[in-house]
């Protein structure tokens, strides 16, 4: 299990646009745990990297 910061996210309104919950996440916690991701790609992602 990760220790990164454990943010919950709605999966639908994040792949509908995942730029406010990004931009969230970069400013709270740049390195974060989205257990709504698990299955997905990117799971434990810097947000800043995505961002720029």
Do not use: H, N
Not at 9 to 33: G, H, Q, V
């Amino acid at each position: 299990m990760s220790t990164a910061p454990r943010i919950d996210i709605d999966p639908a309104a994040f792949w509908a646009d995942p730029c406010p919950m990004l931009a969230k996440m970069r400013k709270e916690a740049p390195i974060t745990f989205v257990p709504q991701l698990i299955y997905r790609p990117i799971f434990l992602m810097q947000v800043g990297s995505l961002l720029g």
